[in-house]
């Protein structure tokens, strides 16, 4: 690491340890991703979670951004996942909130209609994982999150402008 080169450098919360940097970025502060999904019903996994966390917020001398994403695909799904816990633990006169390219954040708008109207009971079906059963549609931001058990394929939590999902009789 040259610190003479005006670059990024990329590197793990546990490869923070020890450093500083002028700005710090921490990518990921969606419950399931920091912390990760595995240390939930582990208090002991979770305290080391929110352990590193406060290494990497740490290691900013000047500016410190916590990101999150409102959708993430991962294998294969993709998912909506609520702000860390984290988050709600960093005094509010430390946080100073912003949307995307720096706009405020807007107000939350109605879902979208993108997609069939569904509800808890409707057989629907998804081109790549068949025929299923919508377990429950909630409100996501200005999106809807169905959960759906389909046949071979298992429990899919979606968003419904994205599922490409079918209603069917």
């Known amino acids: 690491m040259d610190e003479k080169k005006d670059v990024a450098t990329l590197i793990t919360l546990h490869q923070a340890k020890g450093l500083e940097y002028p700005v710090v970025f921490i990518v990921g502060m969606e419950e399931g991703v920091l912390p990760h999904v595995r240390s939930f019903d582990d208090p002991a996994q979770m305290e080391e979670e929110r352990r590193l966390c406060y290494v990497g917020m740490t290691r900013a ?14 294998m294969g799904g993709t998912n909506a996942n609520p702000a ?15 949307g995307l390219f720096g706009e405020e954040p807007k107000a939350p708008r109605k879902p979208k209609a993108d997609g ?3 509800s808890a009971g409707d057989h629907v079906e998804h081109p790549k994982f068949g025929k299923g059963v919508v377990v429950s549609c909630t409100p ?4 809807q999150e169905v959960v759906v058990v389909f046949e071979g394929a298992g429990i899919k939590k979606l968003l419904l402008s994205l599922a490409q999902l079918k209603r069917v009789e």
Do not use: E, G, M
């Open 61 to 74: 001398k000047k500016r410190l951004y916590l990101v999150r994403a409102l959708r993430r695909s991962l």
């Open 84 to 98: 860390s816990r984290f988050l709600k633990n960093i005094p509010s006169h430390l946080v100073q909130t912003t």
């Open 116 to 118: 069939p109207d569904l």
């Open 140 to 143: 996501a931001r200005d999106d």
